[in-house]
């Protein structure tokens, strides 16, 4: 019988479509991904290459490198191909006395996580790892004092089928000059959730896993991963922390580490266990306005790209799923879970 | 410099990345679609294929032909796969005593459009398509009536990219038992601008481009085809009806003809001139219980699939477009308007 569940945190109905069910395992990546070599000599982020990119941000070098040249181990870029502007006006503006457009004044960063052209999130070392996690809460931190931006998003691509156009290993963080109406959404949902129950949607969640047990992937002292009941696609995961927090940019140092380390965890489990799925990543942490709301909660999300969203989708925003979370998180497990 | 754009029916902006922008022949199609045969015999959808799928619910033949065999033009099954199942109860359950589960009560079918394998909706005879848009309505009708279901998508998928898995021309139907959240909160958008203005956004909207003629493609006698000023993905085309009508259930068979042909001239012209792109295409209507709202307005949108969603869109919601609906319009367009 195939069943609907609907989340509780967006409200979002999915369909568990079990006549085309498939099992975990069929899901198994047969096409291994292109070899690709240690150093590109074309890749505009491969060391020796600096000219090519706009100038450096930020960058974590070692020694006496100079910036904009060899030397780093991070490096964080302006997008060349920006898709946000870092000049403009924030007022709203009327077309055709009717529609509402505004300048797209932004900002859009590439965080190079290696020099290394042929790795990826699952097979660099924790260190690096930790790096890219301590460079996106340092940049966070230094654009959230910025009155350009409403919110930083933070995401990775990772192959073609999630949109990746540059194969050497890369972040991204777009500062938009609006609150998103999907993230609005999430809040408003959220906010109704606390004034119901006076606890965070997102507490309860992480609670009723760890409770459960039956979708939950990894365990460490201060975070939590697991397959979310309404999962929209097969294999997504969350990554959440124990202590309540709606910002990502409230976080320590040490948060951050563990934070990269759980992660890199799932992506290699994914990685090893599928086959190195194309896959999307994001950082969902709250507003600037909304930092210290009781009734948000920053998580890390995990959308690997094994399906197409096709019409139905499209229209009704109901995803169809042909995995189900129970059985995903039993194939992905990493933490032996004492039984309930 | 990019632009942010705000649709006025769901509030949701999109980026016009002007930076990555492309001309609208930068998206024509270089790699022509594998050639397929008239008929394939292992093709379950081909003629003399009959007994291979469930029995049909309806079909339009001519002359003296028995159900399940040769001699129709059009055919409409139960799918073999269904997301969703005739049976099981539409009762909320609690699971882990926290999360939402119900049944997956509801109806799929498969609308075989024509016995030819290889033609499409751009490729089919104008009588043809007539006749498939006289069978969503016809189906439509019939499902209406059922207390099982609370809205009925009608969608199309064409090629790999739009997640179809079958070539042979065929449209599907999904009847759910729970309003989709997504189209609850178009409805209370819509709803919202209703009681500010005492008009139908959609109504408004259309108004807007025939007056700016900026975005127009096509316009009949009772239709007109747009592009929307906030275009999630390139060469997104509206069709709607002049005549305000929250439910497609409601419209007349001429005005389904007429439909019919608006929609086949818009994939003409997306097929001819694009190179045949993978699509999907959806009919927006009411829930069963809103067919004769005042506020909301039922519509046709076509989604061509020529970009990838990546992880900021994921994210956020906001879609990164690289094309201008001004542009695309331009490109697409079908009548010649007078200038302004």
Redesign the interface.
């Known amino acids: 019988?195939?069943?609907?569940?609907?989340s509780?945190a967006?409200?979002?109905?999915v369909?568990?479509?079990?006549?085309?069910a498939q099992r975990p395992r069929d899901f198994v990546s047969r096409s291994p991904r292109k070899h690709l070599p240690e150093h590109d000599d074309t890749c505009p982020f491969c060391p020796g290459n600096e000219h090519v990119t706009p100038p450096e941000i930020t960058a974590y070098r070692s020694g006496l490198s100079e910036p904009n040249t060899k030397g780093w181990r991070l490096r964080v870029i302006p997008n060349k191909?920006?898709?946000?502007?870092g000049t403009?006006s924030r007022k709203r503006e009327s077309?055709?006395?009717?529609?509402?457009?505004?300048?797209?004044v932004g900002t859009h960063e590439v965080i190079i996580e290696t020099p290394q052209h042929n790795l990826s999130l699952a097979t660099m070392s924790a260190p690096q790892v930790e790096e890219v996690f301590l460079a996106y809460r340092e940049r966070y931190k230094e654009l959230r004092g910025d009155g350009r931006f409403s919110?930083v998003?933070i995401?990775?691509?990772h192959g073609?089928?999630?949109?990746?156009s540059l194969e050497h290993p890369h972040s991204?963080l777009?500062g938009?000059?609006?609150v998103?109406?999907?993230?609005r959404?999430l809040l408003e949902e959220a906010m109704r959730y606390y004034d119901d129950h006076g606890t965070c949607v997102f507490c309860?969640?992480l609670a009723?896993e760890l409770?459960?047990k039956?979708r939950l992937v990894f365990e460490t002292k201060n975070f939590v991963a697991y397959e979310p009941?309404?999962s929209s696609v097969p294999f997504e995961t969350t990554v959440i922390s124990k202590t309540h927090n709606a910002s990502f940019g409230n976080i320590s140092e040490r948060e951050a580490r563990e934070a990269a380390n759980v992660t890199q965890s799932i992506l290699q489990t994914i990685h090893l266990k599928l086959g190195d799925p194309d896959f999307?990543?994001?950082?969902?942490t709250s507003p600037f306005s909304d930092e210290n709301e009781d009734f948000y909660h920053w998580y890390i999300?995990i959308?690997p790209r094994l399906t197409?969203?096709?019409?139905?989708?499209?229209?009704?925003?109901?995803n169809?799923t042909t995995a189900v979370p129970e059985e995903t998180a039993k194939f992905l497990r990493i933490t032996k879970f004492q039984p309930k």
Chains 1, 2 share one sequence.
């Open positions: 019988m195939p069943e609907l569940r609907q509780r967006t409200k979002d109905w369909i568990v479509a079990t006549e085309r191909f920006s898709a946000l502007a403009g077309v055709d006395n009717f529609y509402r457009r505004m300048d797209g919110i998003i995401f990775r691509n073609p089928r999630a949109g990746t991204q777009i938009t000059p609006v998103p109406t999907h993230i959404r309860d969640s009723t409770r459960s039956d009941f309404a999307n990543l994001v950082i969902r999300q959308y197409t969203m096709a019409g139905f989708e499209l229209g009704s925003g109901i169809i």
